[in-house]
């Protein structure tokens, strides 16, 4: 069966601070891993990386991929009040099927 | 707006009942996912769709079934409510070609 372990489960950061998600799984022909925030509503879309596409970067949040050790972190920097949320982690096996972790809530004092 | 749609945003019921959720997927895309949100369960992937066939199934209880429909919209019927069916509901959609899913604004159901 398909796994998805999300570390911390939950973080209290300060304006300005750096914070790193971790998201470690394992997967069944393993296809891609996502990364989304949860706001009060629906989960919106932040990354995706695959085998082609290890790293990616948005502005303040980038996002690596290890394939060798089956773990990803999502990094935030300079974090603001609107990045409080829950991130969640995905990660798509056959079928494009995807296994969520239970996700990280991150709240950001001002 | 991810352009998923569903129908209603609040559900309130009582045990024993039986609901419909709607949910219709972004233009274009042929992939229906069905998630249940708890507190203590997170994410948790219910059945997944591809252009109206069954693709793959995760935690769904026998009381709860869902289908899509040929206009590709969707539907996921929960039967013999119990009070730990209280959660909030999402449809997802995906095109053919990329795994990324796009959610709606979910479905709030309370069951009394």
């Known amino acids: 069966e398909d796994k998805v372990v999300q570390s911390p489960l939950s973080l209290v950061v300060h304006e300005g601070d750096t914070v790193t998600l971790n998201c470690s799984y394992e997967?069944?022909?393993?296809?891609?891993l996502l990364w989304y925030k949860q706001e009060k509503k629906a989960p919106t879309f932040l990354f995706m990386l695959?085998?082609?596409?290890i790293e990616k970067k948005s502005g303040r949040l980038s996002s690596i991929l290890d394939k060798k050790e089956l773990f990803s972190i999502l990094n935030i920097t300079a974090t603001q009040t609107g990045d409080s949320a829950i991130y969640l982690c995905?990660?798509?096996?056959?079928?494009?099927?995807?296994?969520f972790g239970k996700g990280t809530l991150l709240t950001v004092n001002p | 707006d991810s352009g998923v749609t569903q129908t209603p945003k609040h559900l309130i019921t009582a045990t024993g009942q039986r609901v419909t959720l709607r949910c219709s997927p972004r233009s274009g895309d042929l992939s229906v996912y069905w998630y249940q949100q708890s507190l203590d369960q997170g994410l948790q992937f219910l059945i997944q769709?591809?252009?109206?066939?069954?693709?793959a199934k995760g935690n769904i209880l026998e009381r709860f079934s869902a289908q899509q429909f040929p206009d590709l919209h969707s539907e996921l019927n929960l039967s013999s409510l119990e009070l730990g069916d209280s959660a909030l509901y999402f449809c997802?959609?995906?095109?053919?070609?990329?795994?990324?899913?796009?959610f709606g604004p979910g479905t709030r159901l309370t069951v009394l």
């Open positions: 695959t085998s082609s596409g």
């Open positions: 769709y591809y252009n109206g066939e069954e693709r």
């Open positions: 995905a990660v798509g096996g056959s079928n494009y099927k995807l296994t």
């Open positions: 997967v069944t022909n393993f296809r891609s």
């Open positions: 997802a959609s995906s095109s053919p070609q990329s795994p990324n899913q796009f």
